[in-house]
């Protein structure tokens, strides 16, 4: 079977707003990566790991936004933001269809 690769936040599906992408954004938000970071490449298991560092990092918040500490809320809204802007520039769209 062949290796699967992440194709980077700035590639993913719906703009970045998938599991695989919403870890990396959080993972910016923590500071575990650094926000130019895109994580292009990345085999399964690279994210495997990252997964598990972003877990770590969200426990003791309950893995609430409400939860976080002032300076981590205000970064966390503002990636948010910007990436939602960017994946409704590319079309996504927020609404739940028939299938969701």
Known sequence: M????????????????????????DAWVFGILPESEMCAGWSHSQMQNLYEKV???????????SRLPADLQQRHARLYAQIIDIAKNK????????DD
């Open 2 to 25: 062949k290796e699967q690769f992440y194709a980077g936040i700035n590639e993913d599906t719906n703009g970045g707003l998938t599991h695989l992408g919403r870890m990396v954004i």
């Open 55 to 65: 877990h770590a990092a969200w426990e003791p918040y309950a893995h609430l936004p």
């Open 91 to 98: 079309g996504w769209n927020a609404e739940l269809d028939e």
